[in-house]
C-alpha cells in the first residue's frame, strides 16, 4: 500500500520569507499527487495536484509544486508567503489505476507571523 | 451555499453513548466518502459509497455504520462510542471513482469523554 510522509511537522516563518514543504510517497507505480490546505475553522480545499506532463505544478494562491519521480518527492513552494497563507498543508496521493482512494500526509502546520 | 456540509460541527459525548454526523452535498456527486484524522493528524479513508451502495469498507470497527438514503446524504452512526473514537471526522463527494476531485467538508470534531 502506498504511504505518505510529510517532513515537517510545523513551520514559523515571517512574512515574505520562502516556504518550502517536503511529500515523499512511497509507491513504484504511476501516481496522482495533491497537495491540500486547511485554513483554521475551513474545509479541506485542493491546492493543486499533478497527473501527468510538467512535473512543475502551479496552484492557486501563488503556490507551485514540483514532482521529481526519482526522488518519490512531490514538494510543496510558495517564494513570499503572506500571514494569510497560515493553515494546515495537506499532501496526499492516489494510485492512477485504483482512483477512489487518497492517502494523506500527516500534515504541516504552517505560521506565518506578521 | 456550502457544497459539502457537515452537522455537528463538534460533538462531545460520553464512553458508550451512539451518535450520528451527517453528511449532505449539493454537487449532484454520486460518490461520497467518510474520513477520519486522528490526534496525529493523519486522515485515512473509512468508508465510501457510490450511488448509495458501498464500495469502501477500511477494516473499521462494526461499530460504525454508514447509512446513505439518497445520493446526496452520506451519514455516519456510531454505537457504543469508545475513547479513541475521538477524531475529527470529514466527509467529502465527488464524481464516481474520481477522488482526485473530491470536496471535503469543514470536519466534525467528535470528543468521548
Known amino acids: 500500500a502506498q504511504s505518505v510522509s510529510q517532513h515537517n511537522h510545523h513551520v514559523i516563518l515571517s512574512e515574505a520569507a520562502s516556504l518550502e514543504l517536503g511529500c515523499n510517497y512511497s509507491?513504484?507505480?504511476?501516481?496522482?499527487l495533491f497537495w491540500y490546505v486547511q485554513y483554521p475553522g475551513q474545509h479541506l480545499q485542493l491546492l493543486l495536484k499533478?497527473?501527468?506532463?510538467?512535473?512543475l505544478v502551479k496552484g492557486i494562491k501563488g503556490f507551485e509544486a514540483e514532482f521529481i519521480k526519482s526522488k518519490f518527492s512531490f514538494n510543496l513552494r510558495k517564494p513570499s508567503v503572506q500571514w494569510s497563507d497560515t493553515a494546515e498543508y495537506f499532501c496526499?496521493?492516489?494510485?492512477?489505476?485504483?482512483?477512489?482512494?487518497?492517502?494523506f500526509g500527516a500534515g504541516t502546520t504552517v505560521t506565518v507571523r506578521a | 451555499d456550502t457544497a459539502v456540509s457537515q452537522t455537528p460541527k463538534y460533538l462531545v459525548t460520553q464512553m458508550g453513548n451512539d451518535k450520528s454526523i451527517k453528511c449532505e452535498q449539493n454537487?449532484?456527486?454520486?460518490?461520497m466518502y467518510w474520513y477520519k484524522q486522528d490526534s496525529k493528524k493523519f486522515l485515512k479513508i473509512m468508508f465510501s459509497?457510490?450511488?448509495?451502495?458501498?464500495?469502501i469498507n477500511e477494516t473499521v470497527p462494526n461499530r460504525f455504520s454508514p447509512k446513505s438514503p439518497d445520493k446526496a446524504h452520506l451519514n455516519l452512526h456510531i454505537n457504543s462510542l469508545e475513547l479513541g473514537d475521538s477524531a475529527v471526522y470529514f466527509c467529502?463527494?465527488?464524481?464516481?471513482?474520481?477522488?482526485?476531485?473530491?470536496?471535503f467538508g469543514q470536519g466534525t470534531r467528535l470528543t468521548v469523554v
Open positions: 496526499a496521493v492516489n494510485v492512477a489505476l485504483n482512483d477512489y482512494k487518497l492517502s
Open positions: 467529502a463527494s465527488s464524481q464516481p471513482y474520481r477522488v482526485s476531485e473530491a470536496f
Open positions: 499533478y497527473f501527468s506532463g510538467d512535473p
Open positions: 509507491y513504484g507505480g504511476t501516481v496522482n
Open positions: 459509497y457510490n450511488n448509495k451502495e458501498l464500495i
Open positions: 454537487l449532484g456527486h454520486d460518490t
